[in-house]
């Protein structure tokens, strides 16, 4: 099992749809998590934290779920700006490392 | 936030040329730098953690004399592609984060790599 499975998708949405996507991690030792977005042939840019009690980013909204061991990401209202690939990040201390997930392709068409 | 900067952006070279890779912190200090190389559609694959003052961790399967890491001060960590070869072509991104493990990293522009 990979330490960090994401849905590789691709989503293909149109203009306006809501759209979540899915990440879970295999340490219950992780200690903080990110949504990067990466756009193609571009480096990736930190999106949003996510936090134990949810928070949200105008149409972005993230949630944790430690019990289930997973984060997750929604896009409300969604714009063909927001084509790109989402990477889920899991840190940890105890010399757990930041691991990247290999990302969920979006595409919203007009 | 948090700026990296990450330099040259695209180097295009010959076989056998040897090819260095500067990334700096510009507004933290970065005890610890990632070096992470990505190929067409596939996700970042994180190659080696450097350090500050000490020598760099590489991961498995990536040889640490073939990508010289040097991390001299707390702003500036490079990456040297030794005797690069046209399988060593791919997206060499760099990233940092500050002295709390669990703040997220921020990444460079990255360096587009094409040896001929």
């Known amino acids: 099992r990979k330490e960090v499975e994401q849905d590789p998708g691709p989503f293909n949405v149109p203009e306006g749809a809501t759209v979540a996507f899915n990440c879970t991690y295999s340490n219950s030792a992780s200690q903080s998590f990110f949504w990067y977005r990466q756009d193609c042939r571009k480096e990736p840019k930190l999106l949003m934290s996510?936090?134990?009690s949810g928070n949200e980013d105008g149409r972005f909204t993230a949630q944790l779920n430690r019990a289930s061991q997973y984060i997750s990401l929604l896009i409300r209202d969604s714009k063909l700006s927001d084509s790109a690939t989402y990477l889920c990040?899991?840190?940890?201390?105890?010399?757990?490392?930041?691991?990247f997930g290999a990302g969920t392709r979006l595409f919203v068409k007009a | 936030g948090a700026v990296v900067s990450q330099h040259p952006s695209r180097v295009i070279c010959k076989s056998g040329t040897s090819v260095k890779i500067e990334c700096r912190s510009l507004?933290?200090?970065?005890?610890?730098m990632f070096w992470y190389r990505q190929f067409p559609k596939q996700s970042l694959m994180l190659m080696a953690t450097?350090?500050?003052?000490?020598?760099?961790?590489?991961e498995q399967g990536v040889e640490k004399d073939k990508f010289l890491i040097n991390h001299a001060s707390l702003t500036l960590s490079t990456l040297t592609v030794t005797s690069a070869h046209p399988e060593d072509s791919s997206f060499y991104i760099c990233?940092?984060?500050?002295?709390?493990?669990?703040?997220?990293?921020?990444f460079g522009d990255g360096t587009r790599l094409s040896i001929l």
């Open positions: 990040v899991v840190n940890g201390g105890g010399g757990f490392k930041t691991i």
């Open positions: 507004d933290f200090q970065a005890t610890t």
């Open positions: 450097s350090n500050e003052g000490s020598k760099a961790t590489y």
């Open positions: 996510v936090y134990s």
């Open positions: 990233s940092a984060s500050g002295d709390n493990s669990n703040q997220p990293q921020h």
